[in-house]
């Protein structure tokens, strides 16, 4: 369960850095209220899978999975730079994350 929350807390990390975004293009209430949810859902889960794993894997795969997720996002929805030496560093990221996962 501990691992679902840890990934779960880099999702929503993933979902309040696009509502930074948002809230930069678009000032309302709304953007703001969504950008304290995930960024306070993604703390809470993150505590939460603290209590069962190591600080220093959790957070190390908590900030992996919203480094990477953001990049990739920013590709996605905002036309960011695709270049391929950018994406085999996400992939550096990513399969850091997921040994730390394999090792702990």
């Keep these: 369960m501990a691992w679902i929350s840890l990934i779960l807390a880099g999702l929503f990390e993933m979902f309040g850095v696009v509502m930074i975004n948002k809230l930069h293009n678009d000032r309302t ?31 190390a795969i908590w900030t992996g ?9 920013g590709m996605v929805l905002y036309d960011e730079s695709k270049d391929w030496r950018r994406v085999v560093f996400i992939a550096m990221v ?8 394999l090792v702990s």
């Design 29 to 59: 209430w709304k953007s703001l209220l969504l950008l304290i949810v995930g960024f306070g859902a993604s703390f809470i889960f993150l505590a939460y899978a603290m209590k069962t794993l190591p600080m220093g894997t959790a957070y």
């Design 94 to 101: 990513l399969g850091a994350a997921i040994g730390l996962k």
């Design 65 to 73: 999975i919203g480094a990477s997720g953001g990049a990739i996002l």
